[in-house]
C-alpha cells in the first residue's frame, strides 16, 4: 500500500523559512515524478513544484526561486525547502506520486497547512 | 503557460441524475488531460486519466471524453458519494496547470 506523509506545516511571518518532508512507503521516491500541489483556503489546485531521478526540476513561476525540490533516497523522502514566504503562499501542501507518463497524479498525502501571516 | 477553463463552476443534481462536466484547454493538448474528485478536507483522488481512461478502483458511472481542448466529464446515475469538486488538469507540459474546479451539489 502506498502511503505519502507530509509534516512540517506550521504559522510562519512573512520573508519567514520552512522545509515541508513528505514520508513515502510503497514507492521509491526517487524512482517516481514526485510533486507538491498547494491548495490556498476555499481555492482551486495549484501546481508547485516536480522532481524526477532523470534530472527533471521544475518550479511554478509564484515559487520559482524562493522554493527548492528534494528528494532522499535513505529516508525515501521528499522536501520542498521553502525561503522567503509570502501571505499568499499560505495553502495546504499536498505531495503526490505522478503516473501514465509522470503526469497524473495518483497517489496524494493528506497534505500540512502552511500559514503566513505576522 | 496552458490555461485550463472548466464549467459549470457549480451545479445542483439529484441522484440518479446524469452530470457533465467540460474543460477547455487553451491550446491543443491531444489526449493529456487528468480529472479529480476533491471532498472537503480531502486529498484529490485521480478519477480518469489520459482524457478517458479510467483509474482502477473507480465506478464505471464516470467517463471521460474529448481530444485537442475539448474534454468532458460525465457522471450517470449520480450517487451521494459523488457530490464533491471536480478539476481537470493537463497533463502534456509543464506548468501543470488546473481548471478552476465544478462543485456538485445537491
Known amino acids: 500500500e502506498v502511503q505519502l506523509v507530509e509534516t512540517g506545516g506550521d504559522l510562519i511571518q512573512p520573508g519567514g523559512s520552512l522545509t515541508l518532508s513528505c514520508a513515502a512507503s510503497g514507492i521509491i521516491v526517487n524512482l517516481n515524478y514526485m510533486y507538491w500541489v498547494r491548495q490556498a483556503p476555499g481555492k482551486g489546485l495549484e501546481w508547485v513544484s516536480v522532481?524526477?531521478?532523470?534530472?527533471?526540476?521544475h518550479y511554478a513561476d509564484s515559487v520559482k526561486g524562493r522554493f527548492t525540490i528534494s528528494g532522499d533516497s535513505s529516508k525515501n523522502t521528499l522536501f520542498l525547502q521553502m525561503n522567503n514566504l509570502r501571505a499568499e503562499d499560505t495553502a495546504v501542501y499536498y505531495c503526490?506520486?505522478?503516473?501514465?507518463?509522470?503526469?497524473?497524479?495518483?497517489?496524494w498525502g493528506r497534505g500540512t497547512l502552511v500559514t503566513v501571516s505576522s | 503557460d496552458i490555461q485550463m477553463t472548466q464549467s459549470p463552476s457549480s451545479v445542483s443534481a439529484s441522484v440518479g441524475d446524469r452530470v457533465t462536466i467540460t474543460c477547455r484547454a487553451s491550446?491543443?493538448?491531444?489526449?493529456?488531460l487528468v480529472w479529480y474528485q476533491q471532498k472537503p478536507g480531502k486529498a484529490p483522488k485521480l478519477l480518469i486519466h489520459?482524457?478517458?481512461s479510467l483509474e482502477s478502483g473507480v465506478p464505471s458511472r464516470f467517463s471521460g471524453s474529448g481530444s485537442g481542448t475539448d474534454f468532458t466529464l460525465t457522471i450517470n446515475n449520480l450517487q451521494p458519494e459523488d457530490f464533491a469538486t471536480y478539476y481537470c488538469q493537463q497533463s502534456d507540459s509543464f506548468p501543470l496547470t488546473f481548471g478552476g474546479g465544478t462543485k456538485v451539489e445537491i
Open positions: 489520459t482524457a478517458s
Open positions: 522532481i524526477h531521478s532523470g534530472g527533471i526540476i
Open positions: 503526490a506520486r505522478g503516473n501514465y507518463g509522470g503526469y497524473s497524479l495518483d497517489y
Open positions: 491550446q491543443s493538448i491531444s489526449r493529456w
